[in-house]
């Protein structure tokens, strides 16, 4: 089974930036679908992001407009641009191919003046 292992993470403030990436143990060409997921302290892990071999994407209401998912299959990679974020996008950020149940370590992105 790919594994994931995400990075970018850190601490920025309301209206910053934030770029996550996400490399894969082996390729993701193949990979139908894969997807950003946060997990915010004492809430269930949402969906936040997702993008198809063929590049169709699509978005949490929450982030839609701020946040873009990209995917570079030739570097087994998936990136999550964050912007104008908010103290509501607090959270560890996970990658994940579609119906994986193997999670990495996670990023986490804190917003907070």
Do not use: H
Not at 34 to 55: C, F, H, N, S
Not at 61 to 80: C, E, H, M, Y
């Amino acid at each position: 089974q790919v594994q994931f292992v995400e990075s970018g993470g850190g601490l920025v403030q309301p209206g910053g930036s934030l770029r996550l990436s996400c490399a894969a143990s082996r390729s993701i060409f193949n990979i139908y679908r894969m997807d950003w997921y946060r997990q915010a302290p004492g809430k269930q892990r949402e969906l936040v992001a997702t993008i198809t071999k063929g590049g169709t994407t699509n978005y949490a209401d929450s982030v839609k407009g701020r946040f873009t998912i990209t995917r570079d299959n030739a570097k087994n990679t998936v990136n999550l641009q964050m912007n104008s974020l908010k103290p509501e996008d607090t959270a560890v950020y996970y990658c994940n191919a579609i119906g994986g149940t193997s999670w990495g370590q996670g990023t986490q992105v804190t917003v907070s003046s």
